[in-house]
T-cell receptor, first 111, second 116 residues
Framework: TQLLEQSPQFLSIQEGENLTVYCNSS?????LQWYRQEPGEGPVLLVT?????EVKKLKRLTFQFGDARKDSSLHITAAQPGDTGLYLC???????????FGTGTKLQVIP | GAGVSQSPSNKVTEKGKDVELRCDPI?????LYWYRQSLGQGLEFLIY????????KSGLPSDRFSAERTGGSVSTLTIQRTQQEDSAVYLC??????????????FGPGTRLTVL
């Protein structure tokens, strides 16, 4: 059973367009992380959100944690070819439970 | 500072042979994870070590897979009698435990395993 579902699974857009990636779960998480992975490398942490309703901005990227802490979204404004990669959300529960990764969204930004 | 390192970076082996993959986590990180990733796919959880607790082995796909973590630091993932479907990139990650940064994972570059 996949606890964290991401949508869309694949996204191919033109440079300059906006996009939103969703990460949904029926479980409550104490925090949620977003990672980006480029070909041939390991994922790299972009942000962690910990409070329901929290919004964090990282340049053109905006991350939001749902009020009920069950879902999150990543919005990219004016996408650039450098944004191309695999985007992964990951949920953290209380205690020393393992981190659970989402299904992933593969983004391609065409120049 | 030193990040997570993995060795070898690439491993080509013949079907039926055993392989060992090594992970050196960031010093001070008590949690260590192994994942498997097929080309262009998401991460498949394999095993999770947290301090001195018994590891969570729930993701290991078969009894051919095993892992250990010695002295709470270096970890080795062993695959016995490799099969072609074992071909993938094996990623290791370590993280802090406790505090606001709990669970934030730092990944190594991965080991690309090819079983011929």
């Amino acid at each position: 059973t996949q606890l964290l579902e991401q949508s869309p699974q694949f996204l191919s857009i033109q440079e300059g367009e906006n996009l939103t990636v969703y990460c949904n779960s029926s479980s409550v998480f104490s925090s949620l992380q977003w990672y980006r992975q480029e070909p041939g490398e390991g994922p790299v942490l972009l942000v962690t959100v910990v409070t329901g309703g929290e919004v964090k901005k990282l340049k053109r990227l905006t991350f939001q944690f749902g009020d009920a802490r069950k879902d999150s979204s990543l919005h990219i404004t004016a996408a650039q070819p450098g944004d191309t990669g695999l985007y992964l959300c990951a949920g953290v529960k209380g205690g020393y439970q393992k981190v659970t990764f989402g299904t992933g969204t593969k983004l391609q930004v065409i120049p | 500072g030193a990040g997570v390192s993995q060795s070898p970076s690439n491993k080509v082996t013949e079907k039926g042979k055993d392989v060992e993959l090594r992970c050196d986590p960031i010093s001070g990180h008590t949690a260590l994870y192994w994942y498997r990733q097929s080309l262009g796919q998401g991460l498949e959880f394999l095993i999770y070590f947290q301090g001195n607790s018994a590891p969570d082995k729930s993701g290991l796909p078969s009894d051919r897979f095993s892992a250990e973590r010695t002295g709470g630091s270096v970890s080795t993932l062993t695959i016995q009698r490799t099969q072609q479907e074992d071909s993938a990139v094996y990623l290791c990650a370590s993280s802090w435990s406790g505090g606001a940064r709990w669970g934030e994972q730092f990944f190594g570059p991965g080991t690309r395993l090819t079983v011929l």
